[in-house]
């Protein structure tokens, strides 16, 4: 048995800079772009192990075997989700099904800034929704770059506009892992982040569109805009808090796209944007091989098909995300793995918990009801349709597989990072720091979120990690747990564009390998800047406006 140390060093501040040296090398490797991500992530994880074993005092078997649960985790399901996604997105190429579903978008508008509303937001909003973790952004990221968008503004835009729906991710599962964690009412604590987010649904479709096409280029389509951003937050509220926590972003979506698609009827921008590069100095698509469009124009037969892969990928991982599929499969297709000399024998300790826990390791695979399995089962199905044979089909497979064999390993990496620091304690430690805010804790407490999503990639991991810590500090500030709790994961959907996962997925889908950096260097500031406008928001709830912090059971 091991208890995790907080402050080895007896200093707080210097126990959480030696805490910071690994997040911060992988950052900084992948910014300088000199270094490819995968081996950026294999340095980080070596710095990281050489932290918690040496610095932390951690037991080098355990800190093995943890990082080993977190290569694994990092395969499955995120790294499962990406190669799969990718396979359906290459097989549609291959068919010439995707340049007819390019025309077919194109003919609801052939505007680049309508199109980002559409797929970007809205429909990202959708996958965000079904399934998450990762999916969202190579979806969106894989139609914008078949629509001609440019490397860099495809993966870029993709990650800014994957935010506002991510705290009700994957059928809520967020949300279900803050309730775990804390014990709060998961209703409450899914109706305070609808009365959070709502605001930030508003802002990022115009952030988007300002980023894509500067100010000038924003306003000339500030109706759609509104349409697109009025149409998600005002059901994303009313379903948060009227109804429940799990369909916010599947019904706010499908009112978005719908709402979008007939304001287009009636209303067109005057000049039409037909850049597909972002405002500033974007040469990104010189680093790309020129990409044949075809010109003959599809039928309407052709344009009804080319939507069938897609809408097949909606139907199966949106059943696939639901919660009765899974608890009908899970029974019968669950192996659980307990990670021996890991499991149980590492104690989380106060203040970051209430009383000392031990921490689990179990490795659940449940390799039916993976999201990434729904998407290999939609690809299959999909080939079906398109005709492909089944020697073709599995060849096609393994190509996908060595395409994207560098992000797998730089994610089941990062993964790892993630997975050691949590095991730790080095996580913890970093939180601690945030938590030591006295008044502003409502700022930092929501940066924490910020933090803790920016290390796991992922607003439920983050949920888990910092969910008690939110709730043992608010309770002694005298502020309202479900309030912290929300502040959390409305803060963590911001850290979601720069985590260094999410950056790899978006690199991966747009087939820019070894640009991370510069995606990171893009999206960086936004992240910051959004973390930090939530966090003046949760302030002004928890000080200025506490009824709008009101708990109604």
Same mark, same amino acid.
């Given at each position: 048995?091991?208890?995790?140390?907080?402050?080895?060093?007896?200093?707080?501040?210097?126990?959480?800079?030696?805490?910071?040296?690994?997040?911060?090398?992988?950052?900084?490797?992948?910014?300088?772009?000199?270094?490819?991500?995968?081996?950026?992530?294999?340095?980080?994880?070596?710095?990281?192990?050489?932290?918690?074993?040496?610095?932390?005092?951690?037991?080098?078997?355990?800190?093995?075997?943890?990082?080993?649960?977190?290569? %694994?985790?990092?395969?499955?399901?995120?790294?499962?989700?990406?190669?799969?996604?990718?396979?359906?997105?290459?097989?549609?190429?291959?068919?010439?099904?995707?340049?007819?579903?390019?025309? =077919?978008?194109?003919?609801?508008?052939?505007?680049?800034?309508?199109?980002?509303?559409?797929?970007?937001?809205?429909?990202?909003?959708?996958?965000?929704?079904?399934?998450?973790?990762?999916?969202?952004?190579?979806?969106?990221?894989?139609?914008?770059?078949?629509?001609?968008?440019?490397?860099?503004?495809?993966?870029?835009?993709?990650?800014?506009?994957?935010?506002?729906?991510?705290?009700?991710?994957?059928?809520?599962?967020?949300?279900?892992?803050?309730?775990?964690?804390?014990?709060?009412?998961?209703?409450?604590?899914?109706?305070?982040?609808? $009365?959070?987010?709502?605001?930030? =649904?508003?802002?990022?479709?115009?952030?988007?569109?300002?980023?894509?096409?500067?100010?000038?280029?924003?306003?000339?389509?500030?109706?759609?805009?509104?349409?697109?951003?009025?149409?998600?937050?005002?059901?994303?509220?009313?379903?948060?808090?009227?109804?429940?926590?799990?369909? %916010?972003?599947?019904?706010?979506?499908?009112?978005?796209?719908?709402?979008?698609?007939?304001?287009?009827?009636?209303?067109?921008?005057?000049?039409?944007?037909?850049?597909?590069?972002?405002?500033?100095?974007?040469? =990104?698509?010189?680093?790309?091989?020129?990409?044949?469009?075809?010109? $003959?124009?599809?039928?309407?037969? +052709?344009?009804?098909?080319?939507?069938?892969?897609?809408?097949?990928?909606?139907?199966?991982?949106?059943?696939?995300?639901?919660?009765?599929?899974?608890?009908?499969?899970?029974?019968?297709?669950?192996?659980?793995?307990?990670? +021996?000399?890991?499991?149980?024998?590492?104690?989380?300790?106060?203040?970051?918990?209430?009383?000392?826990?031990?921490?689990?390791?179990?490795?659940?695979?449940?390799?039916?009801?993976?999201?990434?399995?729904?998407?290999?089962?939609?690809?299959?199905?999909?080939?079906?349709?398109?005709?492909?044979?089944?020697?073709?089909?599995?060849?096609?497979?393994? +190509?996908?597989?060595?395409?994207?064999?560098?992000?797998?390993?730089?994610?089941?990496?990062?993964?790892?990072?993630?997975?050691?620091?949590?095991?730790?304690?080095?996580?913890?430690?970093?939180?601690?720091?945030?938590?030591?805010?006295?008044?502003?804790?409502?700022?930092?407490?929501?940066?924490?979120?910020?933090?803790?999503?920016?290390?796991?990639?992922?607003?439920?991991?983050?949920?888990?990690?910092?969910?008690?810590?939110?709730?043992?500090?608010?309770?002694?500030?005298?502020?309202?747990?479900?309030?912290?709790?929300?502040?959390?994961?409305?803060?963590?959907?911001?850290?979601?564009?720069?985590?260094?996962?999410?950056?790899?997925?978006?690199?991966?889908?747009?087939?820019?390998?070894?640009? +991370?950096?510069?995606?990171? $260097?893009?999206?960086?500031?936004?992240?910051?800047?959004?973390?930090?406008?939530?966090?003046?928001?949760?302030?002004?709830?928890?000080?200025?406006?506490?009824?709008?912090?009101?708990?109604?059971?």
């Amino acid at each position: 048995m091991w208890n995790q140390v907080y402050d080895p060093f007896g200093s707080m501040l210097l126990s959480t800079l030696v805490a910071a040296i690994p997040v911060v090398t992988l950052l900084f490797l992948i910014a300088t772009n000199k270094v490819k991500a995968h081996w950026a992530a294999v340095i980080a994880l070596i710095v990281a192990l050489a932290v918690v074993i040496i610095a932390f005092g951690m037991p080098t078997g355990l800190a093995l075997r943890a990082t080993g649960l977190g290569v %694994v985790t990092g395969l499955f399901p995120i790294g499962w989700i990406i190669l799969n996604v990718i396979f359906l997105y290459r097989l549609t190429v291959e068919k010439g099904w995707f340049d007819t579903l390019q025309q =077919s978008i194109g003919g609801i508008s052939a505007d680049r800034r309508i199109q980002l509303l559409l797929i970007a937001f809205a429909f990202g909003a959708f996958f965000e929704g079904a399934s998450g973790f990762g999916t969202p952004v190579a979806v969106t990221g894989a139609l914008l770059i078949g629509l001609g968008f440019s490397p860099l503004a495809a993966s870029g835009l993709s990650l800014i506009a994957n935010t506002a729906p991510v705290a009700y991710g994957a059928l809520g599962t967020p949300i279900q892992g803050l309730a775990s964690v804390t014990g709060l009412d998961p209703y409450l604590l899914g109706a305070m982040v609808g $009365r959070q987010l709502p605001f930030f =649904s508003l802002i990022v479709p115009f952030w988007l569109i300002w980023v894509f096409a500067g100010w000038r280029g924003m306003m000339q389509v500030w109706p759609a805009i509104l349409v697109t951003g009025v149409s998600f937050a005002v059901p994303q509220y009313l379903i948060s808090n009227f109804i429940n926590p799990w369909i %916010v972003d599947i019904g706010a979506s499908i009112i978005s796209m719908i709402c979008l698609v007939a304001f287009l009827q009636v209303w067109q921008p005057k000049e039409l944007w037909l850049s597909a590069k972002l405002r500033v100095k974007d040469n =990104s698509a010189d680093t790309m091989p020129p990409r044949p469009v075809s010109k $003959r124009k599809a039928t309407k037969e +052709e344009v009804i098909w080319s939507w069938v892969p897609w809408v097949i990928l909606s139907v199966v991982v949106g059943i696939w995300g639901t919660g009765w599929f899974k608890a009908w499969v899970n029974p019968y297709t669950t192996i659980a793995i307990p990670v +021996e000399g890991l499991h149980n024998l590492i104690i989380k300790v106060p203040p970051v918990v209430a009383k000392p826990i031990p921490e689990g390791a179990v490795f659940a695979f449940t390799y039916l009801s993976y999201t990434g399995t729904g998407i290999l089962i939609a690809a299959v199905l999909a080939a079906i349709v398109m005709k492909f044979s089944p020697i073709r089909l599995i060849k096609a497979y393994f +190509e996908t597989l060595w395409v994207v064999r560098w992000s797998l390993l730089t994610i089941a990496a990062m993964l790892a990072i993630g997975t050691l620091t949590r095991y730790s304690g080095v996580d913890a430690t970093l939180g601690l720091a945030f938590a030591n805010a006295g008044f502003l804790y409502p700022f930092f407490g929501t940066l924490l979120g910020w933090l803790g999503v920016a290390l796991t990639g992922s607003d439920t991991a983050s949920n888990v990690l910092f969910g008690g810590l939110q709730k043992i500090t608010a309770e002694q500030l005298g502020l309202s747990p479900i309030l912290m709790g929300a502040a959390n994961s409305s803060g963590g959907v911001m850290g979601k564009m720069i985590d260094a996962q999410s950056i790899v997925v978006a690199s991966t889908a747009t087939n820019w390998f070894g640009h +991370e950096g510069t995606i990171l $260097r893009f999206v960086f500031w936004h992240s910051i800047v959004l973390a930090c406008l939530v966090g003046v928001l949760v302030m002004l709830q928890a000080y200025v406006w506490p009824f709008s912090a009101m708990v109604i059971h």
